[in-house]
């Protein structure tokens, strides 16, 4: 099993930046970091690969909430510890619940960015984001220092509610030698190696489904205009 150098590990590092700093969508930002990391790194590309292809046989994220059904309620810590409920955003407005697998993922990150350069338009539509991760408190309040986001980060310990919701996922044993290097038991609070795949669900004021973005490959994510629109209709049906 290849494991990352140090020399590799700051390549892509480097990489992160270029693609973060690169014009483009999102998805386009994410495929070339895909890209940069397959050539840096392709035992973890290929495992990958295996993994995605192992959950869509499986129907990854298929049951997961559709259009038209209720979104189960969630009552979740924030960073200070705070509970955080999903009817109470729900009085304020609109919101998008999107699920991210931690404060370590690049790809999550490249996705937050996007959503916060995005925010002073949802914030004008009335519409809300929360986000939500296995991480434990301190790894969320690194998420929010390392990526300035404005919206709330929940704490899901052990994918409890991913898990409510048929996201949660073992990564499998290839995976965890791959990224041995990154300390999951600590960041998790357990040594499970499960995390969510990353999805959006945007839920209207009456608390039904309105949209969502469900893709078992992490490196995909749901395009801004996307999130932005079915915001935006969610807006105008209330």
């Known amino acids: 099993m290849t494991s990352l150098t140090p020399a590799d590990a700051e390549r892509l590092k480097l990489a992160f930046q270029r693609c973060r700093d690169m014009e483009g969508t999102l998805n386009e930002q994410l495929r070339a970091y895909a890209d ?8 973890y590309g ?15 994220g298929e049951n997961a909430p559709r259009p038209g ?25 609109p919101v998008a619940v999107m699920f991210f697998r931690g404060h370590w993922c690049p790809y999550c ?11 002073d338009r949802i914030n004008a539509m009335g519409a809300q984001i929360v986000a939500i991760m296995p991480e434990t408190q ?4 690194k998420f929010i220092a390392d990526s300035g986001a404005p919206f709330p980060v929940l704490t899901d310990l052990d994918n409890g509610y991913a898990l409510s919701l048929n996201l949660a996922i073992w990564l499998g044993t290839e995976i965890q030698l791959l990224l041995s290097y990154q300390d999951m038991a600590k960041f998790h609070g357990n040594d499970g190696w499960m995390l969510p795949i990353p999805a959006v669900f945007v839920v209207g004021r009456d608390g039904l489904v309105k ?20 915001l935006e209709s969610a807006c105008r049906e209330n």
């Open 36 to 43: 940069a990391g397959r050539e840096i790194f392709p035992a």
């Open 46 to 60: 290929n495992a990958v690969d295996r993994l995605v292809e192992r959950l869509g046989q499986n129907g990854g």
């Open 69 to 93: 059904e209720v979104m189960p309620p969630f009552m979740l810590p924030d960073d200070r510890g705070q509970l955080v409920g999903l009817p109470s955003l729900l009085t304020r407005g």
């Open 109 to 119: 990150r490249l996705n937050v960015r996007a959503v916060i350069q995005a925010q």
């Open 138 to 141: 301190e790894y969320t309040e």
């Open 211 to 230: 949209a969502r973005f469900v893709d078992p490959d992490f490196r995909k994510r749901m395009e801004i205009d996307d999130l932005l629109a079915a």
